[in-house]
T-cell receptor
Framework: DGGITQSPKYLFRKEGQNVTLSCEQN?????MYWYRQDPGQGLRLIYY???????QKGDIAEGYSVSREKKESFPLTVTSAQKNPTAFYLC?????????????FGPGTRLLVL | DQQVKQNSPSLSVQEGRISILNCDYT??????FLWYKKYPAEGPTFLIS?????DKNEDGRFTVFLNKSAKHLSLHIVPSQPGDSAVYFC?????????FGKGTRLSVIA
């Protein structure tokens, strides 16, 4: 059964701590994305990757980092430089990252600051 | 500056009636348009899409209309059902990754 999984569902971060959110897909998609959703806001793009070992910054990349060592995996690290990390984080994938593509989303991770 | 605007934060419709959700965009270079549905604490689910070569696309109860000259698209749901209650996002694409609107919360009242 193909899909996108994100873990954990909830994550707590202490001040000054880095945390990593997991995203895995078995859809054989080349492109993967990370979005952030805040209350009353749309989805804002953090980073995206169209191929292994390559990624590009989105609109709000400051305070975040990513890696793409495997096609199936695109972890997101929320660093201590991100001053307002509390949000709902969504991972998505698409076939190649080209235009006119539908993105498919995982279930999301809610990050809370202690 | 917002490239995609959903000007109605919320909409209430009676069960069985038509729901119409609207979306405006600013850049005429966008050529692919999508609607997603989202329940609380879940990821968005793809509903329906339309490319710029069409002005209408239908899938069951869902129809998307595109007016390129007005840079406007709309999603019609008929008949509306209580399970349609969710937040609906429009998204647009050109040569860049998808750009999302802020969403419209639809409440279908039984």
């Amino acid at each position: 059964d193909g899909g996108i999984t994100q873990s954990p569902k909830y994550l707590f971060r202490k001040e000054g701590q880095n945390v990593t959110l997991s995203c895995e897909q078995n859809l054989n998609h080349d492109a993967m994305y990370w979005y952030r959703q805040d209350p009353g806001q749309g989805l804002r793009l953090i980073y995206y990757s169209q191929i292994v070992n390559d990624f590009q910054k989105g609109d709000i990349a400051e305070g975040y980092s990513v890696s793409r060592e495997k096609k199936e995996s695109f972890p997101l690290t929320v660093t201590s430089a991100q001053k307002n990390p509390t949000a709902f984080y969504l991972c998505a994938s698409s076939i190649s990252g080209g235009s006119r593509e539908t993105q498919y989303f995982g279930p999301g991770t809610r990050l809370l600051v202690l | 500056d917002q490239q995609v605007k959903q000007n109605s934060p919320s909409l209430s419709v009676q069960e069985g009636r038509i729901s119409i959700l609207n979306c405006d965009y600013t850049n005429s270079m966008f050529d692919y348009f999508l609607w997603y549905k989202k329940y609380p604490a879940e990821g968005p689910t793809f509903l329906i899409s339309i490319s710029s070569i069409k002005d209408k696309n239908e899938d069951g109860r869902f129809t998307v209309f595109l007016n390129k000259s007005a840079k406007h698209l709309s999603l019609h749901i008929v008949p509306s059902q209580p399970g349609d209650s969710a937040v609906y996002f429009c998204a647009v694409s050109g040569n860049t990754p998808l750009v999302f609107g802020k969403g419209t919360r639809l409440s279908v009242i039984a």
